[in-house]
């Protein structure tokens, strides 16, 4: 297309007020705007905050004095920093193959024309538009003892009311369940787009061999859709990595710090005993563990492509 | 005969499935209809027994005292305020860079971009403590403007725009480039318009990530006169159990909800497609 341009350029009149193909570098004033906030708000940030990593603050009157790796080495025998990034990944695990699984499932059951599916989706994509602090309510009413519609659910049958904010197993998948509810219609309508895109033809050969559902789902849908699911995987690791809202409002970290997060460390650390330092090495830690997690599964899917 | 057994089997099974995402799907819903019952019983019923809430009598007094006393309506306001002005800035940064960098050439373009890609990959805890000094140094907290800036720096947008200006044939800029328009006038007058559908996508998906974002607005905004609708929501969670404004606590919940819920149900078909959008790119 450049190429059969190109000869109009040259036999214009240089020199015109108007654009012209090729480089120009007031074209660069496009990106200008965007790239002052970038740099100033992400990528200076980002530095900064690397070197506030490396400083002791004084509590009272936050004067910093430069103190190495010393940030890093506190952290590393830390129980309850260790907890939270144990608690993180916990999470991760808990949440990301059932966004995979039931996101999937779901969108294979829905990817139907007609009302009752467009019904459907729209009630499992619903909650994901709901803000955290609205979620926390809803579940706190489900799960609180005696309060709770499950606890009184549980009640009719005659089983006594579980404590699952309150309990040290319980907590956090009690959060995982919640963020499930919560944001299941993102990787839902991933998959659905995915599907979508999948050439009939394919499955009318396969109904011609008469291929059995579980056998037309391993061998036509997977292989068609394995971009998606990397980039649900991906996106998901990402994403749970950065658990807050939800165990801020449902337990505190509690109970026992036992669904305590990365961020919500980082949070209470930076922002409650504004210990800068220590927070922001918190902070280097966690965008270290979330980078070199989607890049396993990145090139681990690479591979499998491959 | 066999291939039409099969056939009939699998009607069958497509009845099985569906009944089953029809079950799952009303369990999906349970919570917030509870919600929402509970925000029309009366207090002191509550306090006895949450039980109460299949029992009549229902009442509209909860949602009468948020009109009397509630901050509510201030929260709303200032979220209405950072989201669609966050909103707004995000598809003009985006639109511009999208268009410099998919239509256009300038010196170090590629290097450029590829700097910008890798900012999809910082997460906002990796800066936030920093951020938050700057803002402190600038006196800029509990600002609307401190609220709006800190997502403009978003990778994410420009991405997709660039995508998209990128979809576009080259031919109708090179057409008005023979009627020696500017680049600027050829980006506002002929590609913006085209771009209409990535608008919509890239301004759902900014609006409701800024109605809804928590973490910054928690620690940025401390007066509560600032506050954004998700961050007062969450101050008048203190206390929850204890609390002798159960119902009034979930109709104040339910008001904050609504409006982004309404919102949804009318763009419902727009934003679906946004995602899915969004996925496809």
Redesign the interface.
Known sequence: MTATAAPATVSRPARTPGAHIGPDWRNGLFIVPFLIVYLGLLIYPLFWGMWISLQQYDMFDQSAIFAGFANFKRLMGDGIFLGTVRNTFLFVLMTVPAFVIIGLALALALNREGRTGATLRAVFFGASVLSVTIVTIIWKMMYLPGIGLISRALGVVGIAPIPFLTSQNMALPAIAATTVWWIIGLPMMLFLAALQQIPGELYEAAALDSAGRWRTLWSITLPSITRTLVVVVIYEIVAQFQLFGQTLLLTQGGPNNSSRSIVLFIYETGFRDWNLGYAAAASEILFLLMAVAAMVQYIASRRREA | M??AQ?IVG?RA?DRV??G???F??FL?????L??LI?SFKANSELMLS??SAFRLPYTLKNYADILASSGVFRWFFNSVVVASLNTLATL???S??G???AR????F?NV?FVL?LL?L??????????????FTDWKMHNTYLALI??G????FG?FLMTQYFRSI???I??A????????FK??WRVLLPLTIPAQATLGIFTF?AC??D??WP??SATKPEMFT???G??ST?TN??QSEG?GF??AQ?VF??LP??I???FF?RY??QA???A??R
């Open positions: 066999a291939h099969k699998r099974g499935i569906l089953a995402v029809i799952l799907a999906w819903v349970v919570p917030v509870w919600v509970l949450t039980g003009i940064l985006a511009l860079a268009y410099g960098f256009t050439e300038f010196p373009k450029i910008v900012g990959a910082i997460p906002e805890q990796a800066v936030i403590i920093a951020r938050h000094q700057m800036l800190p403009l720096s978003n990778a420009v044939p080259m031919d800029d090179e008005a480039m023979l009627d020696n328009a500017s680049r050829i980006f409701l109605w809804n928590y973490l928690l620690i609708l998700t961050v929501i969450a969670q929850f159990a159960l606590l979930m919940a904050a909800g982004v819920f919102v949804y149900l419902q934003i679906i995602v899915a959008g996925a496809i």
